[in-house]
T-cell receptor, first 114, second 113 residues
Framework: ETGVTQSPTHLIKTRGQQVTLRCSSQSGHNTVSWYQQALGQGPQFIFQYYREEENGRGNFPPRFSGLQFPNYSSELNVNALELDDSALYLC?????????????FGQGTRLTVV | QQQVKQSPQSLIVQKGGISIINCAYENTAFDYFPWYQQFPGKGPALLIAIRPDVSEKKEGRFTISFNKSAKQFSLHIMDSQPGDSATYFCAASGADSNYQLIWGAGTKLIIKP
Protein backbone atom coordinates (compact mmCIF):
# COMPACT_ATOMS: atom_id res chain seq x y z
CA GLU A 1 0.00 0.00 0.00
CA THR A 2 1.18 3.51 -0.84
CA GLY A 3 -0.27 5.37 2.14
CA VAL A 4 -2.37 7.52 -0.19
CA THR A 5 -6.07 7.07 0.47
CA GLN A 6 -8.97 8.29 -1.61
CA SER A 7 -12.65 8.50 -0.80
CA PRO A 8 -15.14 7.46 -1.83
CA THR A 9 -14.05 4.47 -3.91
CA HIS A 10 -17.14 4.56 -6.12
CA LEU A 11 -19.69 7.25 -6.81
CA ILE A 12 -22.70 7.66 -9.08
CA LYS A 13 -23.92 11.16 -9.87
CA THR A 14 -26.48 12.69 -12.20
CA ARG A 15 -25.53 15.03 -15.03
CA GLY A 16 -25.47 18.65 -13.80
CA GLN A 17 -24.68 17.74 -10.19
CA GLN A 18 -21.53 18.61 -8.28
CA VAL A 19 -19.07 16.17 -6.71
CA THR A 20 -16.21 16.36 -4.21
CA LEU A 21 -13.48 13.73 -4.12
CA ARG A 22 -10.98 13.49 -1.27
CA CYS A 23 -7.36 12.43 -0.97
CA SER A 24 -5.07 11.94 2.01
CA SER A 25 -1.44 12.19 0.99
CA GLN A 26 1.39 10.03 2.22
CA SER A 27 2.99 11.22 5.44
CA GLY A 28 5.67 13.83 4.76
CA HIS A 29 4.47 14.60 1.23
CA ASN A 30 3.55 18.22 0.51
CA THR A 31 2.54 17.83 -3.13
CA VAL A 32 -0.67 16.32 -4.47
CA SER A 33 -1.56 15.82 -8.12
CA TRP A 34 -4.93 14.82 -9.53
CA TYR A 35 -5.45 12.80 -12.69
CA GLN A 36 -8.45 11.67 -14.72
CA GLN A 37 -8.19 8.21 -16.26
CA ALA A 38 -10.83 7.29 -18.81
CA LEU A 39 -11.42 3.61 -19.48
CA GLY A 40 -8.60 2.10 -21.51
CA GLN A 41 -6.49 5.26 -21.48
CA GLY A 42 -3.57 6.70 -19.60
CA PRO A 43 -4.05 9.22 -16.81
CA GLN A 44 -4.53 12.85 -17.83
CA PHE A 45 -3.12 15.53 -15.52
CA ILE A 46 -5.80 17.80 -14.02
CA PHE A 47 -3.80 19.94 -11.58
CA GLN A 48 -1.25 19.87 -8.81
CA TYR A 49 -1.18 21.45 -5.38
CA TYR A 50 2.03 22.29 -3.54
CA ARG A 51 1.88 23.70 -0.02
CA GLU A 52 -1.79 24.69 -0.42
CA GLU A 53 -1.28 26.56 -3.72
CA GLU A 54 -2.15 25.39 -7.23
CA ASN A 55 1.13 24.59 -8.96
CA GLY A 56 0.20 23.73 -12.50
CA ARG A 57 -2.94 22.80 -14.37
CA GLY A 58 -3.71 20.57 -17.31
CA ASN A 59 -6.22 21.12 -20.09
CA PHE A 60 -9.36 20.93 -17.95
CA PRO A 61 -12.15 23.54 -17.71
CA PRO A 62 -12.62 25.77 -14.64
CA ARG A 63 -15.48 23.61 -13.37
CA PHE A 64 -12.68 21.32 -12.18
CA SER A 65 -11.29 22.95 -9.04
CA GLY A 66 -9.34 21.86 -6.02
CA LEU A 67 -8.05 22.60 -2.58
CA GLN A 68 -5.15 21.53 -0.44
CA PHE A 69 -5.37 21.77 3.31
CA PRO A 70 -2.64 22.54 5.89
CA ASN A 71 -2.19 18.80 6.52
CA TYR A 72 -1.62 18.45 2.73
CA SER A 73 -4.76 16.42 2.14
CA SER A 74 -6.67 17.56 -0.92
CA GLU A 75 -10.06 17.78 -2.55
CA LEU A 76 -11.11 17.73 -6.19
CA ASN A 77 -14.41 19.42 -6.97
CA VAL A 78 -16.25 19.06 -10.24
CA ASN A 79 -19.28 21.25 -10.97
CA ALA A 80 -21.99 20.82 -13.60
CA LEU A 81 -21.10 17.18 -14.20
CA GLU A 82 -21.15 15.90 -17.77
CA LEU A 83 -21.43 12.32 -18.99
CA ASP A 84 -17.82 12.51 -20.25
CA ASP A 85 -16.64 13.15 -16.69
CA SER A 86 -17.21 9.46 -15.99
CA ALA A 87 -13.73 8.12 -15.23
CA LEU A 88 -11.33 6.92 -12.55
CA TYR A 89 -9.95 9.90 -10.64
CA LEU A 90 -6.50 9.34 -9.24
CA CYS A 91 -4.65 11.28 -6.62
CA UNK A 92 -0.87 11.07 -6.31
CA UNK A 93 1.34 12.48 -3.60
CA UNK A 94 5.05 13.21 -3.76
CA UNK A 95 7.82 14.76 -1.70
CA UNK A 96 8.13 17.75 -4.01
CA UNK A 97 6.53 19.13 -7.17
CA UNK A 98 9.07 18.19 -9.79
CA UNK A 99 8.11 15.38 -12.14
CA UNK A 100 11.28 13.40 -11.57
CA UNK A 101 10.19 12.56 -8.07
CA UNK A 102 8.34 9.33 -7.43
CA UNK A 103 4.60 9.86 -7.21
CA UNK A 104 2.57 7.49 -5.05
CA PHE A 105 -0.98 6.88 -6.25
CA GLY A 106 -4.13 6.09 -4.34
CA GLN A 107 -6.54 3.42 -5.54
CA GLY A 108 -8.72 6.01 -7.22
CA THR A 109 -12.38 7.05 -7.14
CA ARG A 110 -14.56 5.57 -9.88
CA LEU A 111 -17.07 8.30 -10.85
CA THR A 112 -20.04 7.41 -13.01
CA VAL A 113 -22.23 10.22 -14.35
CA VAL A 114 -25.66 9.18 -15.57
CA GLN B 1 5.16 17.57 -29.03
CA GLN B 2 3.93 16.65 -25.60
CA GLN B 3 2.73 13.20 -26.64
CA VAL B 4 4.16 9.88 -25.60
CA LYS B 5 3.23 7.08 -27.98
CA GLN B 6 3.11 3.56 -26.56
CA SER B 7 2.88 0.21 -28.32
CA PRO B 8 1.54 -2.40 -28.49
CA GLN B 9 -1.92 -1.76 -27.09
CA SER B 10 -2.08 -5.34 -25.84
CA LEU B 11 0.40 -8.19 -25.54
CA ILE B 12 0.15 -11.90 -24.77
CA VAL B 13 3.32 -13.70 -23.67
CA GLN B 14 3.92 -17.24 -22.52
CA LYS B 15 5.13 -17.77 -18.96
CA GLY B 16 8.91 -17.55 -18.89
CA GLY B 17 9.08 -15.44 -22.03
CA ILE B 18 10.25 -11.86 -22.52
CA SER B 19 7.67 -9.08 -22.63
CA ILE B 20 8.68 -5.94 -24.53
CA ILE B 21 6.75 -2.66 -24.52
CA ASN B 22 7.89 0.37 -26.49
CA CYS B 23 7.42 4.10 -26.13
CA ALA B 24 8.42 7.07 -28.28
CA TYR B 25 8.47 10.77 -27.48
CA GLU B 26 9.01 14.00 -29.38
CA ASN B 27 10.02 16.54 -26.77
CA THR B 28 13.79 16.55 -26.33
CA ALA B 29 13.40 18.47 -23.07
CA PHE B 30 11.95 15.41 -21.34
CA ASP B 31 14.46 14.17 -18.78
CA TYR B 32 12.60 11.61 -16.68
CA PHE B 33 11.05 8.44 -18.03
CA PRO B 34 9.17 6.19 -15.58
CA TRP B 35 7.20 3.03 -16.15
CA TYR B 36 4.09 2.36 -14.07
CA GLN B 37 2.24 -0.90 -13.46
CA GLN B 38 -1.49 -0.87 -12.82
CA PHE B 39 -3.64 -3.76 -11.67
CA PRO B 40 -7.44 -3.66 -12.07
CA GLY B 41 -9.09 -1.51 -9.40
CA LYS B 42 -5.76 -0.07 -8.23
CA GLY B 43 -3.83 3.08 -8.87
CA PRO B 44 -0.60 2.96 -10.91
CA ALA B 45 2.59 2.01 -9.05
CA LEU B 46 6.09 3.05 -10.09
CA LEU B 47 8.00 0.08 -11.49
CA ILE B 48 11.26 1.56 -12.71
CA ALA B 49 12.48 4.91 -14.06
CA ILE B 50 15.41 6.17 -16.11
CA ARG B 51 17.07 9.47 -16.97
CA PRO B 52 18.61 10.18 -20.38
CA ASP B 53 22.21 10.07 -19.16
CA VAL B 54 22.14 6.25 -19.13
CA SER B 55 21.13 3.81 -21.87
CA GLU B 56 19.91 1.00 -19.67
CA LYS B 57 18.66 0.40 -16.15
CA LYS B 58 17.92 -2.97 -14.64
CA GLU B 59 15.97 -3.82 -11.50
CA GLY B 60 15.41 -7.52 -11.01
CA ARG B 61 13.51 -8.90 -14.00
CA PHE B 62 12.66 -5.40 -15.28
CA THR B 63 14.94 -3.46 -17.63
CA ILE B 64 14.51 -0.08 -19.31
CA SER B 65 16.42 0.46 -22.53
CA PHE B 66 16.78 4.10 -23.58
CA ASN B 67 17.77 5.40 -27.03
CA LYS B 68 18.21 9.17 -26.79
CA SER B 69 18.95 9.74 -30.49
CA ALA B 70 15.84 7.82 -31.57
CA LYS B 71 13.77 9.31 -28.75
CA GLN B 72 12.55 5.88 -27.76
CA PHE B 73 12.56 3.81 -24.61
CA SER B 74 11.31 0.34 -23.84
CA LEU B 75 10.47 -1.93 -20.95
CA HIS B 76 11.67 -5.52 -20.99
CA ILE B 77 10.25 -8.04 -18.53
CA MET B 78 12.41 -11.14 -18.38
CA ASP B 79 11.05 -14.54 -17.29
CA SER B 80 7.49 -13.14 -17.41
CA GLN B 81 5.14 -14.55 -14.78
CA PRO B 82 1.31 -14.69 -14.56
CA GLY B 83 1.54 -12.19 -11.68
CA ASP B 84 3.00 -9.67 -14.15
CA SER B 85 -0.35 -9.55 -15.96
CA ALA B 86 -1.37 -5.90 -15.66
CA THR B 87 -1.54 -2.69 -17.64
CA TYR B 88 1.78 -0.93 -18.10
CA PHE B 89 2.17 2.79 -18.74
CA CYS B 90 5.22 4.68 -19.86
CA ALA B 91 5.46 8.37 -19.03
CA ALA B 92 7.81 11.29 -19.49
CA SER B 93 8.35 14.67 -17.93
CA GLY B 94 10.65 17.65 -18.13
CA ALA B 95 10.83 21.42 -17.94
CA ASP B 96 8.57 21.88 -20.98
CA SER B 97 5.77 19.96 -19.29
CA ASN B 98 6.31 21.88 -16.06
CA TYR B 99 7.57 18.54 -14.75
CA GLN B 100 4.10 17.01 -15.02
CA LEU B 101 3.97 13.44 -16.22
CA ILE B 102 2.82 12.91 -19.80
CA TRP B 103 1.48 9.36 -20.07
CA GLY B 104 1.32 6.80 -22.83
CA ALA B 105 -2.01 5.09 -23.55
CA GLY B 106 -1.02 1.87 -21.82
CA THR B 107 -0.32 -1.75 -22.74
CA LYS B 108 -2.45 -4.56 -21.38
CA LEU B 109 -0.10 -7.48 -20.74
CA ILE B 110 -1.36 -11.02 -20.30
CA ILE B 111 1.05 -13.77 -19.29
CA LYS B 112 -0.28 -17.22 -20.20
CA PRO B 113 0.61 -20.03 -17.76
Amino acid sequence: ETGVTQSPTHLIKTRGQQVTLRCSSQSGHNTVSWYQQALGQGPQFIFQYYREEENGRGNFPPRFSGLQFPNYSSELNVNALELDDSALYLCASSLRPTGNTEAFFGQGTRLTVV
Amino acid sequence: QQQVKQSPQSLIVQKGGISIINCAYENTAFDYFPWYQQFPGKGPALLIAIRPDVSEKKEGRFTISFNKSAKQFSLHIMDSQPGDSATYFCAASGADSNYQLIWGAGTKLIIKP
